[in-house]
């Protein structure tokens, strides 16, 4: 849920925590079975844009369930579906008024437990997002406690009765926010623009909202909250879901004494001042919060993952949420300082978080390089010219080393961000508010592009919830698998050789030529009996030779046409935004 520019701060922070070195997370002893999310490779769809079966321009769950032989065949292990309960979709399904069914505009229960038993029929696992922090104010647990100070919920969210508008220092939010004499507690802004503070004449009362104002934050301090929550998702696991991501979990706490936020003296898209959101995000209760999921989640069979939003300022943050004082807490916390940390596509960014990843964190790697919220990486990272070939590296870089990795529908296609060119075109909340600085999210949650057919084989509906990009024509699924050099067949052949190749599973990942500034290569190493494989990528517009080991390697996948079959990894070539991989052939 969170974007790029709105925790831009914490970035500023980046890579100066002091991060102890840790053991690796060498796996199960010796005879205990692997978790099956240990080296999964998740596929985030949003199921607004993914498949469209009964024409009313939105997708539905039953256009998920039409397209899990293209989900299989691509060769992931786990489909991630965003928000699809009943939602006033504000925010488009992360404003939830019930936690405990499915919004009819995706379908049913019913077509949800066809979509779970034919994903399993197919070998898939499905996660659900899980929305902690806040409800919608249309729940039935707000709309109660809003209506007295006595009700049963009356101390279900965070409600405040603020300060006298005649207090000192007020901040402009405060002031810009009097109802009956009375102004918000603090300066708190909203992550979608304005005051955090919303006034409820039934109370006298201000709640706070992290974000919409139509998604009142739940008071985790209160026991109650807790146990209803923990049931919805019960409910779910004893569907038969495979875990959750875990939307904005680190701030599901605020501070109790709800102190001013320190701010920058900048201002942010929507004109409100940029401020340290120290006090309502990684707070030591939201971890404890989390151990006591995880100890429920880990009671099911079947290795339930908990995948966790964690946009966080250094990878001690990071190390924090695996374990540490509360016990366990997220088997899968999202890695984010590869792939959404404003680096560039150079092989000094890479190497260094992805070393980092192998050799600090306590437990399995998760990245991602895409996702909802944010501009797709062909064009974050592409330079415009080369982006098909960057986007194979990119892939590379995902899929190859240790760890787990989380995709999104339509990155292996390489489909662009389609940014609305008139406000009037904006449905994301946040463009609504911060335009033309802020443009929104939804130009990355176009609808998928699987043929050239009308809507792209979306819709039979020409009026879709967001337009049909115009390259779907020559941009789809269809059309990507009939040309062996594509984006999409690229994918397929990681994504085969990340199962085929023993090392691939278990090895730990060893960087290659530390110091080239424009080659990332780094080797799959340390099972016995079987042969490293070694990866190479030129990010860079010229060729290069690269001298990474003594010995031959037989080449597994490439880029550039004339790679030959063997090569010398002491004179490897490398064409202008070439990536190759081989195995090592043994020396013996």
């Known amino acids: 849920m969170l974007k790029i520019a709105l925790v831009a701060w914490l970035w500023t922070l980046a890579g100066t925590g002091s991060v102890q070195a840790r053991p690796l997370d060498a796996g199960p002893s010796s005879g205990e079975a692997v978790p099956w999310w240990r080296d999964a490779v998740i596929y985030e769809v949003y199921p607004r844009s993914f498949g469209d079966t009964d024409g009313d321009g939105v997708g539905d769950l039953n256009g998920i369930t039409e397209h899990l032989d293209d989900i299989r065949d691509l060769g992931v292990d786990a489909v991630w579906i965003t928000p699809m309960y009943p939602s006033p979709q504000v925010d488009f399904g992360y404003d939830i008024s019930d936690y405990t069914a499915v919004d009819p505009q995706y379908g049913t229960l019913a077509d949800f437990d066809r979509l779970l038993a034919e994903a ?59 109802h009956e004499g009375r102004v918000p507690p603090n300066n708190w802004i909203s992550s979608f623009g304005g005051s955090a503070w919303e006034w409820v004449p039934a109370r006298k009362q201000f709640y706070f909202h992290h974000f919409y104002k139509e998604q009142p934050d739940l008071n985790w301090r209160n026991p109650e909250v807790e146990r209803a929550m923990f049931d919805a998702i019960r409910f779910w696991l004893d569907r038969g879901v495979a875990g959750f991501r875990l939307d904005v979990i680190t701030t599901t706490y605020e501070d109790a004494a709800l102190r001013d936020a320190p701010e920058s003296g900048r201002l942010n898209a929507q004109g409100d001042p940029v401020q340290d959101i120290v006090h309502i995000d990684n707070l030591p209760e939201a971890h404890a919060l989390v151990a006591r999921l995880r100890k429920m989640v880990d009671a099911y069979p ?168 115009p390259d ?67 990010m860079s517009g010229r060729a290069q030779t690269v001298d990474l080991d003594a010995g031959q390697a037989t080449t597994l996948a490439a880029t550039d046409p004339a790679t030959p079959g063997a090569v010398s990894l002491r004179r490897l070539r490398l064409a202008p935004f070439a990536t190759w991989i081989g195995r090592r052939q043994s020396l013996d």
Do not use: C
Not at 124 to 142: C, E, K, Y
Not at 479 to 501: C, G, H
């Open 120 to 178: 399993g029929n197919r070998g898939l696992r499905v996660l659900l997002d899980m929305v902690m922090n806040h409800t919608s104010d249309q729940h039935a647990w707000f709309r109660e406690s809003a209506g007295s100070r006595t009700n049963p919920k009356a101390d279900w969210y965070v409600w405040s009765d603020g300060l006298p508008a005649s207090a000192d220092n007020l901040s402009r939010q405060q002031r810009n926010n009097e």
């Open 302 to 469: 079947g290795d339930r993952v908990l995948v966790g939003e964690t946009y966080l300022p250094n990878l001690q943050a990071l190390a924090d949420w695996y374990t540490g004082e509360p016990g366990p807490q997220l088997h899968l916390p999202m890695n984010m300082f590869p792939g959404f940390s404003g680096g560039k596509y150079e092989a000094r960014h890479f190497r260094r978080t992805l070393e980092e990843a192998e050799t600090r964190l306590p437990g399995t790697p998760l990245y991602a390089y895409d996702n909802h919220d944010n501009p797709r990486s062909i064009d974050r990272f592409g330079d415009g010219v080369h982006d098909v070939q960057i986007a194979k590296g990119l892939a590379a870089v995902l899929l190859m080393p240790r760890g787990a990795a989380l995709t999104y529908y339509g990155a292996p296609l390489g489909m662009r961000t389609t940014t609305p060119a008139r406000k009037e075109d904006v449905r994301d909340p946040i463009g609504i508010t911060g335009w033309p600085k802020e443009k929104g999210r939804d130009g990355s949650r176009t609808p998928m592009q699987w043929s050239p057919a009308p809507q792209a084989g979306f819709s039979t509906n020409p009026e879709t919830w967001l337009p049909i990009p």
């Open 472 to 538: 779907y024509r020559t941009l789809n699924l269809q059309t990507q698998l009939k040309d062996p050099e594509s984006l999409q067949n690229w994918w397929r052949t990681l994504l085969r050789l990340r199962k085929a190749e023993p090392v691939m599973k278990d090895g730990r990942t060893e960087m290659l030529d530390r110091e080239n500034p424009d080659v990332l290569s780094f080797r799959r190493t340390g099972v016995a009996a079987a042969p490293d494989v070694v990866v190479a990528i030129n």
